[in-house]
């Protein structure tokens, strides 16, 4: 009898301390807070932030301040939990991210910057991470991960029409024309996949490498090489 009593007194102990702090986490609010910046610029944007839950209910309405370098702070988040943040100006992509807040019983403050894409005919949005090998044209390993953001934005604006422009790693190569086309070819095909219409994707390649952004003239640091670049650019929408 001391055995079972024992027993019901540890488990109800363990329930009182796992209800506890399950009310602890539905009581707890989390912060989030950031930048907003122009991708192609990388100057601080004034932009609204909405926020909703996955019911589609809003949660927090606010904007950045481009005077205080494009700073944001939302608050009432709770852990567990799943919105979506969609930012919202004039001459640029709409734009939605899925945030997850992480379980926790402590008041959490995350933070994310937010880079927003400019919509103007012409402009050209870099793909920040090259998502190639030096010399290779076929997408490296976890280049989906760098991709993902760009995708989403081109998914949400579906009246968008561009081109992938690609770069050679070099000068000086007889190779580079048809490096750079197959280049934009792989990435056209990862869009396509994706969910984006052929319709809307041309592709450009170059014999010549970035003027906006061209090899280092002096040696590069152990283990960096110069990979070639590759934007997306606005052709209408």
């Known amino acids: 009898m001391k055995k079972i009593l024992i027993s019901l007194i540890i488990s109800f102990a363990t329930f009182s301390i796992a209800f506890a702090q399950g009310d ?58 799943t919105y979506n943040v969609a930012i919202n100006k004039r001459d640029f992509m709409k734009e939605v991210f899925v945030l997850t807040v992480p379980n926790t019983n402590k008041y959490l403050e995350l933070s994310h910057d937010f880079m927003i894409k400019p919509l103007e ?19 490296r390993v976890g280049s989906d991960y760098f991709l993902e953001e760009i995708k989403d934005a081109l998914l949400e604006n579906e009246n968008v029409n561009f081109t992938i422009v690609c770069f050679p790693d070099k000068d000086k190569n007889s190779n580079n024309s048809k490096l750079t086309k197959d280049r934009a070819s792989s990435l056209k095909k990862y869009f396509i996949a994706n969910g984006l219409s052929a319709s809307r994707i041309k592709i450009q390649g170059s014999a010549k490498t970035d003027p906006k952004d061209p090899p280092p003239t002096k040696r590069a640091s152990k283990g960096k090489r110069y990979i070639g670049t590759s934007y997306i650019q606005i052709d209408s929408f």
Do not use: C, W
């Open 121 to 139: 005919k012409g402009v050209q949005i870099k793909i920040s991470v090259p998502p190639f090998e030096i010399n290779k044209s076929k997408l």
């Open 24 to 81: 602890a986490m539905i009581k707890t609010t989390v912060a989030l807070t950031g930048n907003v910046f122009n991708h192609v610029t990388k100057l601080p944007e004034t932009v609204k932030i909405k926020v909703t839950d996955q019911a589609g209910e809003r949660v927090a309405i606010t904007r950045s301040t481009a005077s205080d370098n494009g700073s944001y702070y939302i608050t009432g988040l709770k852990p567990g939990k």
